[in-house]
C-alpha cells in the first residue's frame, strides 16, 4: 500500500491564494460539525477540474495580444456545474477556485441541482473598447467549447460582464452547435430567453435575508441605518430596494471611493448618476470618505457587496453594525470571522446572502429548457419562497447546533453534497 505522508496537497500546490485559503479554512471549520466520511470531506477540497486557456486576440490598433483565461469546475456530484465569468486584471486560478468552492455551497443551501464553478479572463475591460471585448469573449468561449454545455457547465455574468457578454458566448457555443443553445449560459438579454427578474434578483435577494435577520433581532427593517460597499448590480439594486423600505442608506461607495451622508444617500439620483458617468466619482450627495471609513460606520447594516477580503482581522474589531449582509463573495475573512463572532454580530454568509442571482439563473435554465417563460410575478414569488426557506433552515441549524450562521450554512451544504456523494460513490 502506498504511503500518503509525504504527497503533497494538490489544493496548496495549485491554488493557493489567500482566497482560497479563505474558502478551505472555512469548510475546514464546518466539516467536524457535519458528520462527512473523511474520505468524501478530501474529495471536497479539491476541485474536480481546473482549465487554463490562453485567449489570443487582435486590438483596434493592429496589435496582437494573448490574455490568459481560467474556468475551474468543482464538483459535478449534484449536475452540471455553474458560476459567473469576469474580466478583471486580478482574475487567478486560484481566485475562480475559491468562488467555484463557494459557488457549489451555495447551490447546495438553495437545493438547487448545480454544483459549482467560475471562470473568468485576466485582462483590464476599462481600456478594451466594445469590439475587443466582445473578440476576447468569443475566443474565451471557443477555448471552452470541449468544456461546457447546458448539461457541463453553465455561464453567467459577473465582474465586468454583462448581458451582452453572454449574448456573445451563447451565439459562439450555437453556431458551433448548429442551431440557438439558449440554455448554454444564463443572464442573457430576456429577447434570446434571458429571464425577467435576472438583472435584479441577487440585490433582491440580498434585502430578503436582511428582512429575515431584522425579524429575529425583532428590529423593524424601515428603521435600520445602511451603508453599502460596492455600487455595482447587486450593490445598487440592495440599496434602492432598502431605501424603498424605508431604511436609511448613510454611505454608498464604488472603486472611485466612499460617499457618506448623515440623513441619508439619495440613492435613486445615485443610480441615475451613475448611469450617466459610469462611476460616483464627483457625486454631490454625500461628503467623500475612506473606504475604511465607510466600513466602520455608526448604522444598524453594513452591506459589503463589492470585492473579496475587505472584513479583515485588521478593521473586524471596529465594525460598528450589528448586521452583516455578504453580498459580495468572501467579503470577510477567516480571522475577521472569530472577531464578528465574538461581537455578536449577526453575519448572513455569502452563499446565502446573494444566492438570489443563481436561483434565478437556474429559473432561466429551466424555462429555456422548456420553451416556455414566466411572469415576472412568478419569478418573484418563487425566489422570494426559496431565500425565505433557506434562511429559516440555516437559522434552524444555527441554533440547534450553537454555532453562527456561515458554519450553520455550510453544515447544510457540505452535508447535501456528501449526502449525494456517498449514494453515488466517488468512481476510482
Avoid at 464546518?30 to 471536497?44: C, F, K, S, Y
Avoid at 440557438?180 to 435584479?200: C, L, Q
Avoid at 416556455?372 to 419569478?379: M, N
Wanted: hydrophobic share 40%; proline share 5%; charged share 25%.
Amino acid at each position: 500500500m502506498a504511503s500518503t505522508e509525504h504527497v503533497p496537497s494538490f489544493a496548496h500546490l495549485e491554488f493557493d491564494t489567500p482566497l482560497y485559503r479563505t474558502a478551505i479554512a472555512q469548510f475546514d471549520q464546518a466539516v467536524p460539525h457535519a458528520n462527512v466520511d473523511p474520505g468524501i470531506a478530501e474529495r471536497l477540497r479539491h476541485p474536480e477540474r481546473s482549465i487554463i486557456v490562453s485567449c489570443p486576440i487582435k486590438l483596434d490598433d493592429g496589435s496582437r495580444v494573448v490574455f490568459p483565461g481560467y474556468r475551474v469546475q468543482h464538483s459535478s456530484v449534484l449536475g452540471p456545474t455553474k458560476g459567473g465569468v469576469r474580466y478583471d486584471p486580478e482574475v487567478s486560478l486560484g481566485e475562480c477556485a475559491a468562488l467555484a468552492v463557494w459557488m457549489t455551497w451555495k447551490c447546495a443551501l438553495l437545493r438547487l441541482p448545480y454544483g459549482g464553478a467560475k471562470g473568468g479572463v485576466r485582462c483590464n475591460p476599462r481600456e478594451m473598447s466594445h469590439v475587443e471585448l466582445e473578440r476576447l469573449t468569443r475566443r474565451f468561449t471557443s477555448e471552452l467549447l470541449p468544456f461546457i454545455g447546458p448539461q457541463e457547465d453553465i455561464p453567467a455574468p459577473d465582474m465586468a460582464t454583462n448581458e451582452q457578454t453572454m449574448a456573445w458566448m451563447m451565439d459562439t457555443y450555437s453556431m458551433q452547435r448548429g442551431h440557438a443553445v439558449p440554455e448554454i449560459v444564463t443572464g442573457k438579454p430576456i429577447a434570446i430567453g434571458g429571464s425577467v427578474f435576472r438583472h435584479e434578483a441577487t440585490g433582491a435577494g440580498v434585502v430578503m435575508v436582511i428582512a429575515r435577520a431584522c425579524e429575529r433581532l425583532e428590529w423593524r427593517l424601515s428603521e435600520q441605518r445602511c451603508v453599502v460597499q460596492g455600487f455595482g448590480n447587486v450593490g445598487s439594486v440592495a440599496a434602492q430596494l432598502l431605501a424603498r423600505e424605508g431604511c436609511k442608506i448613510r454611505a454608498i461607495s464604488d472603486r472611485t471611493g466612499a460617499y457618506y451622508n448623515k440623513n441619508g444617500i439619495d440613492v435613486d439620483a445615485a443610480v441615475e448618476y451613475v448611469k450617466q458617468n459610469r462611476t460616483l466619482e464627483g457625486f454631490q450627495d454625500g461628503d467623500k470618505i475612506s473606504n475604511e471609513e465607510l466600513l466602520t460606520s455608526d448604522v444598524d447594516v453594513l452591506l459589503p457587496a463589492a470585492l473579496e477580503n475587505v472584513i479583515t482581522s485588521k478593521n473586524a474589531a471596529k465594525i460598528q453594525a450589528k448586521i452583516v449582509c455578504e453580498g459580495a463573495n468572501g467579503p470577510t475573512t477567516a480571522g475577521a470571522d472569530s472577531i464578528l463572532d465574538e461581537k455578536e454580530i449577526f453575519v448572513i454568509p455569502d452563499i446565502l446572502a446573494n444566492a438570489g442571482g443563481v436561483t434565478v439563473s437556474y429559473f432561466e435554465w429551466v424555462q429555456d429548457r422548456g420553451g416556455y417563460f414566466w411572469s415576472e410575478e412568478t419569478v418573484n414569488e418563487r425566489l422570494t419562497d426559496i431565500m425565505r426557506r433557506s434562511f429559516a433552515e440555516v437559522l434552524r441549524s444555527s441554533m440547534q447546533h450553537r454555532v453562527n450562521m456561515r458554519t450553520a450554512a455550510y453544515m447544510t451544504s457540505i452535508s447535501r453534497v456528501a449526502a449525494v456523494h456517498k449514494l453515488r460513490g466517488i468512481y476510482a
